[in-house]
Nanobody
Framework: QVQLVESGGGLVQAGGSLRLSCAASGSIFSIRDMGWYRQAPGKQRELVAAITNIGSTNYADSVKGRFTISRANAKNAVYLQMNSLRPEDTAVYYC???????????????WGQGTQVTVSS
């Protein structure tokens, strides 16, 4: 079993900042890509930011220049620093990891439970 647990969400005023954290645990051989997704009410889930095992990053256009993704490989952790938050950033944020398990030696996607981010105007 592989578990991902997010933390750091909350209520913040427009222009404020939050830092999201996610840690993976369980039967893990290695982790390749990790990422953050979000889903707002009535909308589809969308990719916010992703980072590879060697540190290459990718961001949605809507968050470029405001959000920063990073990871700590020794902790199987990924972070999302969110600055200059806007009301349209309000959503449930989910951590995702592409994990190779020792049982199969194949890549599978695993998801966290989500953490609520609410930005007030």
């Amino acid at each position: 079993q592989v578990q991902l647990v997010e933390s750091g969400g909350g209520l913040v005023q427009a222009g404020g900042s939050l830092r999201l954290s996610c840690a993976a645990s369980g039967s893990i051989f290695s982790i390749r890509d990790m990422g953050w997704y979000r889903q707002a009410p009535g909308k589809q889930r969308e990719l916010v930011a992703a980072i590879t095992n060697i540190g290459s990053t990718n961001y949605a256009d809507s968050v470029k220049g405001r959000f920063t993704i990073s990871r700590a490989n020794a902790k199987n952790a990924v972070y999302l620093q969110m600055n200059s938050l806007r009301p349209e950033d309000t959503a449930v944020y989910y951590c995702e990891a592409a994990v190779i398990t020792p049982a199969t030696m194949r890549i599978g996607d695993y998801w966290g439970q989500g953490t609520q981010v609410t930005v007030s105007s």
